[in-house]
């Protein structure tokens, strides 16, 4: 019998706030680029219209201010560390060469058109078994 080890995570009350403020921040973002975009702004008692670009700035800098929160936390160090190992896995990755590539999508492309002649020739025996059984 196999022991899986224990993977013991520790968050602390700050992580906590830090990832509820990244949560505030992507809401916000997303929210009032949204909410700005069906209703305009009124100072002063004059409407003013806002740009969509001005709401995409105001949105992806909160999403950057969001990730940023989030990155300084437990969790978002911990994620940050997993996509660093993953960039240097996908680094060490043999790509095959271009001749490989086209060979294996001709494979798979004579594959598909067999199998669905394949299957339809087992369709029309099916439909001719069953219209010999109900007479159709």
């Known amino acids: 019998m196999a ?3 224990k993977i013991e995570t520790h968050t602390s009350p700050l992580d906590v706030v830090k ?3 990244a949560v505030v921040l992507l809401v916000f973002g997303v929210g009032t680029f949204y909410y700005y975009g069906t209703h305009p702004l009124v ?3 004059e409407v003013h219209e806002i740009s969509t ?3 995409l700035v105001v949105m992806l800098a909160a999403i ?3 990730i940023v929160a989030a990155r300084f936390s437990g969790p978002g160090a911990s994620a940050w560390r997993y996509l660093m190992s993953s960039r240097g896995e996908l680094q060490r990755v043999v790509w095959p060469s271009r001749q490989q590539t086209i060979q294996t999508t001709i494979a798979v492309i004579v594959m598909v058109i067999l ?3 394949f299957m339809w020739v087992v369709d029309l025996i099916v439909k001719w078994g069953l219209g010999g059984i109900t007479g159709t």
């Open 3 to 5: 022991v899986k080890p």
């Open 19 to 21: 990832l509820g403020v």
């Open 43 to 45: 100072y002063g008692g």
């Open 53 to 55: 670009t001005i709401r």
């Open 64 to 66: 950057a201010l969001a």
């Open 115 to 117: 199998l669905g002649v």
